[in-house]
């Protein structure tokens, strides 16, 4: 997908439809997403806004919408709505991503409001009496709704959704494991661990979009979109090798990478050994890992993924035979493009007798599995803390 593919889609401008008339909005991207300025929705919606430093409180209809600069999400009334992007202060203005007008404005005041995907449209659909004067808001908004109770197995309060993919695929088989049984590959064990991570995720309540579910070849643009919209964070799982030679056999061990900027020759290894599967991609032009890098580097997301990277590495470790390698950085493709928080597991080397022994049986497979989604319930209770935290002050 290239960027002026990406570009073509992405609205210069939308419209506020009210009784009162239509008013259009300019998008702006000046922060590689798509959003609109706070104050431009004060005359057609009514929209007031208290800014702070890190923290605005909006108000429509009487409901608060909380949000944090650099954080993608609003909570409304208790419950969490997923802005996609994040809010960001420029100029002294807060700038909104487009999900607050197209997902969390329609889920908190539905049926009032009404997105129109197609023609890029907010709509109030509540039509008021004619010759009525406008109707003025005087009464308080109405509290929030008390903190669900957290789930007994997990300490989940909220629903959440995961994303995990199953590293190469079809005509893509990875690399060839040299220790694995016959005609076994990397394809074959990162879709076996992967089905096992979403059974244990599943286990605790936590929805899981795959990637693949079979012995499909998936781009590696495409992967990361299975992570849009509610989703929370993105996992991709892989098996490590090394080239031939005299020591190829010596590595060992699990290491967790968030997408940074490569600090070691070995990690930039992985990276351009798990970025080669861009060869199975067809009419795919090459654009550079640069053009959304740069954008991922301005916000909270690799903050947010170096953390989830950290925890769950730390199950990881306990559990692999071969030791505990670490949290990692590298510039991935399959991570480059997600809107999540996101990482990439390298469940051992299968260059390694040992560590393909322990990853080759499904006994093996399903201790990797339960210390990832251990892992990933880690991050998702440290995440609704801090939200609800930041949400009280």
């Known amino acids: 997908m290239t960027p002026a593919f990406l570009a073509a889609l992405i609205p210069t401008q939308i419209v506020i439809a009210t009784p009162r008339g239509e008013t259009r909005v300019p998008v702006t991207m000046e922060r590689g997403i798509a959003a609109v300025a706070a104050p431009l929705l004060a005359g057609p919606l009514g929209l007031t806004a208290l800014v702070g430093d890190s923290q605005a409180t909006l108000r429509l209809d009487g409901t608060a919408f909380v949000l944090h600069v ?14 996609a992007a ?24 539905g049926p009032k409001y009404r997105w129109d995907a197609a023609g890029g449209r907010l709509v109030e659909t509540v039509v008021p009496l004619p010759d009525a004067p406008p109707v003025v808001v005087t009464s308080p908004a109405r509290p929030p709704r008390a903190q669900p109770a957290p789930d007994p197995m ?9 994303a995990v993919d199953a590293g190469h695929g079809g005509a893509d088989p990875g690399n060839p494991g040299v220790y694995f049984r016959r005609g076994v590959t990397e394809k074959d064990v990162t879709l076996s661990i992967a089905r096992l991570l ?33 989703c929370d964070l993105f996992v991709s799982i892989h098996v490590n090798s090394m080239p031939g ?73 306990r559990v692999s035979p071969g030791g505990d390698r670490g949290v990692q950085q590298a510039r991935f493709w399959v991570l480059n493009y997600a809107r999540r928080p996101a990482i990439l597991v390298e469940t051992g ?15 093996g497979q399903q201790k990797l599995a339960v210390a990832m989604a251990d892992g990933i319930v880690a991050y998702l209770r440290e995440f609704e803390r801090k939200t609800a935290g930041s949400a009280g002050r």
């Not at 994040?86 to 005041?109: G, H, K």
């Open 349 to 363: 080397f299968a260059t390694n007798r040992g560590d393909a022994e322990f990853i080759g049986t499904g006994a």
């Open 245 to 317: 030679g005299r020591n190829a056999s010596r590595a060992h061990g699990v290491e967790t990478y968030f997408l940074s900027d490569a600090k070691t020759e070995d990690a930039a290894r992985v990276a351009k050994m798990e970025n080669d599967a861009i060869r199975y991609d067809r009419n795919v032009a090459d654009t550079g890992v640069g053009f959304i890098w740069k954008d991922l580097m301005q916000n909270e997301i690799l903050r947010e993924s170096a953390r989830l990277a950290e925890l769950v590495q730390q199950r990881l470790g």
């Open 86 to 109: 994040e809010p960001y202060m420029a100029r002294d203005t807060l700038f909104l991503p487009i999900p607050f007008l197209s997902v969390c404005v329609p889920q908190a005041l």
């Open 154 to 162: 997990t300490g989940l309060r909220y629903h959440h959704v995961v």
């Open 198 to 230: 979403r059974a244990e995720l599943v286990r605790r309540g936590i929805e899981v979009n795959m990637t693949r579910t079979t012995d499909t070849l998936i781009s590696l643009y495409d992967r990361p979109y299975t992570c849009s919209d509610a």
């Open 70 to 83: 650099g954080v993608p999400f609003a909570r409304v009334d208790g419950a969490l709505c997923n802005l």
